[in-house]
């Protein structure tokens, strides 16, 4: 499906091609809870008319059965079936049908043997968490990506988000270069942690130093960036050579620029348009080397049209322009940032989470982004003596009523109700048998005749399921 609007990571000035949107269905094995270590993957279903799950050393394995183009996904889970269901689609619908395995399938936490599925649709089979996505993907995709093999050139630039990924490989190319770089997200979205795998690539010598423009003090932010003589002021008691001179051979990274005062900002352009510093109470300038990214939650845009931030500066500062998604727009990644998350907390790599507690992550909206995950998790891991971290352990998290696999309905076939079920059951009975109206009707427990008439009466066109 294309999408008529334009994808563009960077600035104005065209950092990445212009290319449609083409939005592709895919699927992430995001975790087995049982065991963390297992890594995530995804999987692009285009041109795939079914996908079998089941236990087994981990495979991705395409193949034509039976005149179908298949993918077989074969997972280290104890709890999985050997078969244990198939992803099927028919007429642009994807239908996840589980009519044999013992336990059956959770798909957005209630159980079930057949299910329409969408973009964001969590679907679990034993202890294996899979995210059913429509999304656009990046230049060049693979069409099964394993974790390991994303070969990304900084840990902190993986992803599955297409999107994404492409800023990222712009980024890549850009960081040796002297362009100015602008990572926009909101907080907790990970701004710092990518300067720091700019600089990282950048090869520079000198350090990263982080600066958060809104922490500093009004009345010292030019003594705190430039640096002071001693005795330039009350207070000056000896001489700093500021946090720029400090980055000199380095990055620089100024966090929420959008908060730097407006005289503050005109001394800041003398800064970027000469490459020198003017340290408070001096009359020589002293030249300066460093690499610029700058970091904001605000709209510098809204900004600049307020008179609020300068526009001058603004164009300096705009080389280029990269926007991390919200956590809640990155589940695709959401197994890569747990397995890194956990591995950077002590005891976290040997970690278990139940199905309840991974159940609990994946559904939350995370409005703080990465930063509550990891505080999340790292009070999880601490708290879960027993090497398993559960619902209880998650006390972050908004008090929920115990859930436990137990607690789960019984395996059943969908009653139909309304007409919207009624015809998302029946698109996905034509999708399992292909087309088959005598096999939907017995199935129903209806005539044919009353199959088509349904089929009628909800635009349903039955050829495009008989493939």
């Not at 060049?140 to 490989?169: I, K, S, W």
């Not at 982004?369 to 998650?394: E, P, W, Y």
Request: glycine letters at 10%.
């Amino acid at each position: 499906m294309i999408d008529d609007s334009i994808t563009l990571t960077g600035s104005s000035l065209g950092a990445l091609p212009l290319r449609p949107v083409i939005m592709q269905p895919y699927l992430v094995v995001i975790a087995v809870s049982d065991d963390p270590r297992e890594p995530s993957s995804r999987h692009l279903l285009d041109g795939i008319d079914e996908v079998h799950f089941g236990r087994g050393p981990r495979e991705a394995r395409r193949a034509v059965i039976d005149g179908k183009r298949v993918l077989e996904l074969r997972i280290p889970d104890p709890r999985m079936s050997t078969r244990h269901g198939r992803l099927m689609c028919g007429a642009g619908t994807w239908v996840l049908s589980d009519p044999t395995s013992k336990n059956g399938a959770v798909v957005d936490g209630e159980i079930t043997r057949q299910h329409t599925v969408a973009d964001g649709t969590v679907i679990e089979l034993g202890h294996t968490f899979f995210l059913f996505c429509c999304q656009p993907v990046e230049l060049d995709a693979r069409a099964d990506l394993v974790e390991g093999q994303l070969g990304v050139a900084a840990p902190a630039l993986a992803t599955f988000v297409g999107p994404l990924a492409d800023g990222f490989a712009a980024l890549t190319r850009l960081a040796a270069t002297q362009v100015s770089i602008v990572v926009l997200g909101e907080t907790g979205t990970g701004k710092e942690v990518v300067a720091r795998a700019l600089h990282a690539l950048s090869g520079r010598t000198g350090e990263l130093i982080a600066v958060n423009c809104g922490a500093l003090p009004a009345a010292l932010v030019e003594a705190e960036l430039f640096g002071h003589r001693r005795g330039a002021f009350t207070g000056a008691v000896g001489e700093r050579a500021g946090l720029i001179r400090s980055a000199d051979g380095g990055t620089l990274f100024l966090d929420e620029i959008g908060e730097l005062p407006a005289a503050s900002q005109a001394a800041f352009l003398r800064v970027l348009q000469e490459r020198e510093v003017v340290p408070v109470g001096e009359d020589h300038p002293v030249k300066i080397d460093v690499r610029l990214c700058v970091a904001t939650h605000r709209d510098l845009t809204s900004l600049v049209e307020r008179g609020a931030f300068r526009d001058d500066l603004f164009g300096r500062l705009s080389g280029f322009t990269l926007e991390l998604p919200p956590l809640r727009d990155r589940r695709p990644d959401f197994g890569l940032l747990l397995h890194a998350l956990l591995a950077a907390i002590p005891g976290g790599r040997d970690i278990q989470l139940s199905p309840a507690a991974l159940r609990t992550l994946l559904a939350h909206p995370w409005p703080l982004n990465i930063r509550a995950l990891q505080k999340t998790l790292l009070t999880a891991v601490t708290l879960a003596t027993h090497g398993r971290i559960d619902l209880i352990h998650l006390v972050d998290l908004p008090r929920r009523p115990p859930t436990t696999e137990q607690d789960l309905p019984a395996p059943a076939v969908r009653r139909m109700g309304g007409d919207d079920e009624l015809r998302d059951r029946l698109v996905g009975l034509l999708t399992v048998h292909r087309g088959n109206v005598v096999a939907v009707s017995r199935e129903i427990g209806t005539r044919r005749t009353q199959v088509y008439r349904w089929a009628r009466r909800f635009g349903i066109e039955l050829a495009g399921f008989r493939r």
